[in-house]
């Protein structure tokens, strides 16, 4: 299995790592023909503004939205998120646009914009998950078909529809393999 990552800004060294802890080889997308054989493609941590404008800037919109269209699983965490959702609150930014989500950026302020706290999230069993956030968005609204896999307090920071998956935080930020390995297991395979 070859996943993906793209290398454009942020946190994509990190999920590099862990996918190598994970067994799984990777490749940094920068260009088009990068996407050529992936398996699957992780778009990582960062800024979702600089990463739509880099995106644009180095041709990547239209060949990752049609190989995601084709059935390429995606998994985006925290600016990778945002890069997902059809639906910014209260901007035009522009998005790959494939899960049907609405997300709020920087939705937890600034006292508190970066915190770490314990998550229930059922599907990668019942150990609680260790979960980062940083300036992170969280989900305000989400459709039929979109999976609610884990809430923190009450709002939505985990979903998966299809072979789309999400995280409001930076699961390569830690040394728990589980949510990688979910993809990877569960999404991709
Ligand atoms: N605040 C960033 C954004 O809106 C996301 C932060 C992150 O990826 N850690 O794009």
Redesign the pocket.
């Given at each position: 299995m070859l996943i993906g990552v793209l290398a454009l800004q942020?946190?994509f060294r990190e999920h590099q790592y862990i996918l190598d802890k994970c067994g799984v080889s990777t490749r940094q997308i920068r260009k088009p023909s990068e996407l050529d054989g992936i398996d699957a493609l992780v778009i990582?941590?960062?800024?979702?503004?600089?990463?739509s404008k880099l995106i644009n800037s180095f041709n990547l919109m239209k060949p990752i939205k049609d190989l995601a269209n084709q059935g390429m699983p995606i998994f985006g965490?925290?600016?990778?998120?945002?890069m997902l959702a059809k639906h910014i609150r209260n901007s035009q930014q522009e998005t790959i646009a494939l899960i049907d989500i609405e997300v709020e950026?920087?939705a937890y302020g600034r006292q508190v914009?970066s915190f770490e706290t314990d998550l229930d999230i059922p599907v990668l069993g019942e150990e609680p998950y260790r979960a980062i956030?940083?300036?992170?968005?969280y989900i305000t609204e989400v459709s039929k078909g979109v999976n609610v896999l884990a809430r923190c307090v009450n709002k939505i920071v985990c979903v998966s529809q299809g072979r789309f998956l999400v995280t409001a935080f930076?699961p390569e930020l830690t040394n728990d393999l589980r949510m990688h390995r979910y993809f990877i297991e569960n999404i991709v395979k």
């Amino acid at each position: 299995m070859l996943i993906g990552v793209l290398a454009l800004q942020g946190a994509f060294r990190e999920h590099q790592y862990i996918l190598d802890k994970c067994g799984v080889s990777t490749r940094q997308i920068r260009k088009p023909s990068e996407l050529d054989g992936i398996d699957a493609l992780v778009i990582p941590g960062g800024e979702s503004t600089t990463i739509s404008k880099l995106i644009n800037s180095f041709n990547l919109m239209k060949p990752i939205k049609d190989l995601a269209n084709q059935g390429m699983p995606i998994f985006g965490t925290c600016a990778g998120l945002i890069m997902l959702a059809k639906h910014i609150r209260n901007s035009q930014q522009e998005t790959i646009a494939l899960i049907d989500i609405e997300v709020e950026r920087n939705a937890y302020g600034r006292q508190v914009d970066s915190f770490e706290t314990d998550l229930d999230i059922p599907v990668l069993g019942e150990e609680p998950y260790r979960a980062i956030f940083i300036r992170a968005p969280y989900i305000t609204e989400v459709s039929k078909g979109v999976n609610v896999l884990a809430r923190c307090v009450n709002k939505i920071v985990c979903v998966s529809q299809g072979r789309f998956l999400v995280t409001a935080f930076h699961p390569e930020l830690t040394n728990d393999l589980r949510m990688h390995r979910y993809f990877i297991e569960n999404i991709v395979k």
